[in-house]
């Protein structure tokens, strides 16, 4: 054994430890995907995790659709990439934004959070806690149209006129985010891309960023490198600071140009490459949800937005707990009044019972006497 062999404790597989141990657990992500029908969400979501969430997805006819309002649809699905096992579960909100009404949009939304916050929370007070299912939702992706306000019908027409509009946010996404930005990750996405020239996607991007910083609205903000990190991992991560918002565009086709097969988009103009920087942030995206940040997601679910649900939670409870204890302080003076009330007037029948006897006995005496007084007197006079 040489010396280097006795100074070694064994600490240092720890890692390896907690990485076998993380592999056979497996791990669970919860994607929620906001933003109205025909932005491309379901194409984008297959297009990250090359997966068909949506096969047996029933298309809505105009008659249902009139009458449609925001509903929650839950999908989940195992996904193993080499050895390593993800319970991804994508919660989609068909039917946002269809409605005349969007006022009542958002409640679905933070209803839904909440609710898993609180079956969580719920399960991590209980008495068993060993197999607590995380459905806590650790992302929300907020797509928003390449338009900006909405102007579907007159996209086509007035494409020439749109061009000196000012692109941004709308009142309902605006809204919808400020509900939501201290309970989930907002990470946003501008939605078929392919429909803007380059000039207006980056005039969109900063417009976008003006309108979320005026109305103090938090994005999910990207953590800081480490300084021993490499020069490539510290320049990948800039250049992911600077796509938000992500512009993308999804496509579940394959096709096949100058003899190599892509992930893309064809039009008679040319070829829309998915996983083309120059085309989309569609690569952009996908590293940091699933490459590089999918367990900072995480973290910041727990560390923040759960605590923060979890210390309201308590602060309710205590304050319960002190309501009921100054309630039961203030009822306790109340309560020893009654009895001493009672006592008295208990006293003051008695001494009345008392009272009506004696003059009952006064009254009995004072006819005897009177009776004898006149049995006295008829004896004098004869």
């Known amino acids: 054994m040489t010396d280097r062999d006795r100074d070694y404790i064994g600490f240092a597989t720890l890692p390896d430890q907690v990485h076998r141990k993380s592999v056979k657990r497996g791990f669970d992500f919860t994607l929620m995907v906001v ?9 984008l979501i297959n297009s990250l995790f090359l997966e068909d969430l949506y096969r047996n997805r029933k298309i809505p006819d105009v008659s249902e659709r009139i ?15 080499r050895g390593v096992k993800l ?41 068993n806690r060993r197999n607590i299912q995380d459905n806590r939702v650790h992302c929300c992706l907020y797509f928003v149209p390449p338009w900006g306000h909405r102007f579907e019908t007159l996209f086509v027409s007035l494409k020439s006129h749109l061009n000196d509009l000012p692109l941004s946010l709308r009142q309902m996404d605006l809204e919808l985010m400020k509900r939501l930005h201290r309970k989930v990750n907002i990470v946003v996405v501008i939605a078929k891309a392919d ?18 910083r005026d109305n103090d609205i938090q994005m999910y903000e990207f953590p800081e490198c480490d300084s021993d990190e490499d020069e490539e991992f510290k320049q990948q ?41 120059k085309h989309s942030d569609f690569i952009k995206l996908r590293t940091m949800l699933i490459s590089t940040h999918m367990q900072d997601l995480k973290d910041v679910t727990e560390d923040v937005h759960y605590e923060n649900f979890r210390a309201q939670c308590i602060s309710q409870i205590s304050q319960h707990a002190r309501e009921r ?56 006079d004869v």
């Open 195 to 212: 429909t803007l020239t380059t000039s207006e996607v980056v005039k969109l991007k900063k417009n976008i960023l003006n309108d979320i």
């Open 325 to 380: 204890g100054k309630l039961k302080r203030d009822s306790a003076p109340y309560e020893s009044d009654i009895s001493e009330t009672d006592r008295l007037l208990i006293q003051k029948d008695e001494e009345i019972r008392r009272m009506q006897e004696m003059l009952k006995q006064m009254q009995e005496k004072l006819k005897v006497d009177a009776h004898e007084n006149k049995k006295h007197e008829s004896i004098i």
């Open 237 to 277: 991560d800039r250049e992911l600071k600077a796509s938000i918002p992500f512009a993308v565009v999804g496509s579940n086709t394959t096709l096949e140009i100058a003899g190599k097969k892509i992930r893309g988009r064809q039009y008679p103009w040319g070829v829309v490459d998915v996983e083309n920087p």
């Open 35 to 43: 933003g109205e029908s025909g932005l491309g969400k379901s194409t």
């Open 87 to 127: 319970r991804l579960t994508v919660i989609d909100t068909p039917g946002f934004g269809d409605a005349v009404n969007c006022e009542d949009s958002w409640k679905v939304c933070t209803n839904y959070i909440d609710e898993q916050f609180r079956q969580y929370f719920t399960d991590e007070s209980g008495l």
């Open 67 to 81: 009458q449609k309002t925001t509903t929650i649809e839950k999908k989940t699905m195992e996904i193993e990439e």
